[in-house]
């Protein structure tokens, strides 16, 4: 029963966070955003490990700083910039495309032959992301860029999974602290080379938006997700993929008064099922 309950605040926490992104995107500079939101789970994830007995561990530094780019630095930024042209719900949609760039990703960087199942979610993925910007309600240039900016954002992801594999030692809260402060050091440095990089207007509302997201979806996260892995399954963990989208489709629609044209909700579609396409022959090898 605990680790139903872990798999859903999971959920609620990753669905939830393009709710609160939405709520910032117009009264700061993304990389700002990216910033603090890094930092704060640096700083938490720093506290964590000082309550743990931190043992011998191999700190792998060149690999920290390429996962702080495509894990961090690069996605927050993007997502924060696609979020000004394109509706939360969607956002969550796109990004669920993680596993399926994953796949490709391999496919391409790696002696991995991709099966039938795979190489349809893979296209069906793209389809149903070009309905998605093609709708007639929502297409202009402005949503082309906020979504091509959420598919690099979620291409990042996919190969910061990849690199994450190469991460020795069962330590991860420690990796995703060096990870994390990593990439704060490095949207620090941008902030000062950019013009009004430091400038926010922020209402306490806001600011309870960018304490949640740094704490729970920079650090808390990671850490549900990692126990979920590696204590219960990650076959199981891996069913976020699913809850994720559906979250942050209904809080859009509650909270921020999205709506949902025939379209996108036809693309939508699209992407699920290229989702659930993608684990089908991952499901079947772990029964």
């Given at each position: 029963?605990?680790?139903?309950?872990?798999?859903?605040?999971?959920?609620?926490?990753?669905?939830?966070?393009?709710?609160?992104?939405?709520?910032?995107?117009?009264?700061?500079?993304?990389?700002?955003?990216?910033?603090?939101?890094?930092?704060?789970?640096?700083?938490?994830?720093?506290?964590?490990?000082?309550?743990?007995?931190?043992?011998?561990?191999?700190?792998?530094?060149?690999?920290?700083?390429?996962?702080a780019l495509?894990?961090?630095?690069?996605?927050?930024?993007l997502i924060?910039?696609?979020?000004?042209?394109?509706?939360?719900?969607?956002?969550?949609?796109?990004?669920?495309?993680?596993?399926?760039?994953?796949?490709?990703?391999?496919?391409?960087?790696?002696?991995?032959?991709?099966?039938?199942?795979?190489?349809?979610?893979?296209?069906?993925?793209?389809?149903?992301?070009?309905?998605?910007?093609?709708?007639?309600?929502?297409?202009?240039?402005?949503?082309?860029?906020?979504?091509?900016?959420?598919?690099?954002?979620?291409?990042?992801?996919?190969?910061?999974?990849?690199?994450?594999?190469?991460?020795?030692?069962?330590?991860?809260?420690?990796?995703?602290?060096?990870?994390?402060?990593?990439?704060?050091?490095?949207?620090?440095?941008?902030?000062?080379?950019?013009p009004n990089?430091?400038?926010?207007?922020?209402?306490?509302?806001?600011?309870?938006?960018?304490?949640?997201?740094?704490?729970?979806?920079?650090?808390?996260?990671?850490?549900?997700?990692?126990?979920?892995?590696?204590?219960?399954?990650?076959?199981?963990?891996?069913?976020?993929?699913?809850?994720?989208?559906?979250?942050?489709?209904?809080?859009?629609?509650?909270?921020?008064?999205?709506?949902?044209?025939?379209?996108?909700?036809?693309?939508?579609?699209?992407?699920?099922?290229?989702?659930?396409?993608?684990?089908?022959?991952?499901?079947?090898?772990?029964?």
């Amino acid at each position: 029963m605990y680790k139903y309950f872990l798999l859903i605040c999971l959920s609620l926490i990753w669905g939830s966070q393009f709710m609160f992104i939405a709520m910032l995107t117009h009264d700061a500079n993304p990389f700002f955003i990216s910033f603090v939101k890094a930092l704060l789970g640096a700083i938490f994830l720093m506290i964590l490990s000082l309550l743990i007995k931190e043992k011998n561990y191999k700190k792998q530094w060149k690999l920290y700083i390429l996962i702080a780019l495509f894990e961090v630095v690069i996605p927050f930024v993007l997502i924060a910039f696609g979020q000004k042209f394109v509706d939360s719900g969607v956002t969550s949609v796109i990004m669920a495309l993680v596993p399926v760039f994953t796949l490709l990703i391999l496919f391409l960087s790696t002696s991995k032959k991709m099966n039938f199942y795979e190489v349809v979610s893979v296209i069906l993925g793209f389809i149903g992301v070009i309905v998605i910007s093609m709708s007639s309600k929502e297409f202009n240039m402005y949503t082309v860029s906020g979504l091509l900016c959420l598919l690099l954002a979620a291409v990042s992801f996919s190969i910061s999974l990849v690199l994450m594999q190469k991460l020795i030692s069962a330590t991860p809260i420690l990796h995703m602290r060096n990870i994390l402060g990593i990439a704060s050091i490095c949207l620090l440095i941008v902030l000062f080379f950019i013009p009004n990089g430091f400038g926010f207007q922020f209402n306490v509302k806001q600011w309870v938006a960018l304490l949640i997201l740094g704490v729970m979806h920079s650090a808390v996260a990671f850490v549900i997700y990692n126990i979920l892995v590696n204590k219960y399954d990650p076959l199981l963990a891996s069913f976020t993929n699913y809850l994720v989208p559906i979250v942050g489709l209904l809080l859009g629609l509650l909270f921020l008064k999205e709506t949902i044209s025939l379209v996108v909700l036809i693309g939508i579609v699209m992407i699920f099922i290229s989702l659930i396409i993608s684990q089908k022959k991952h499901h079947h090898n772990k029964n």
